[in-house]
């Protein structure tokens, strides 16, 4: 019979996945200064500016999207 302590160890160890070390670095290179600095407007003029908006979505690390 496996005590209660041996079949908790035994179900932590079957539900680790050990992957390979990646070929490059997990977090990229890229100096502060080089990174977009792009803000959004937050003026709007009347309510019907924002029904007609359109969300155009970027793919950049800020996840940042502007309204056009």
Known sequence: MVAEEELF??????????????LSPTIPNVS?????KESLSTAITSPSAVANATLKFRTESTEVFDII
């Open 9 to 22: 160890s035994l179900i932590i160890d079957d539900a680790v996945t050990d992957f390979p070390e990646p």
């Open 32 to 36: 502060p200064n080089a990174r977009s």
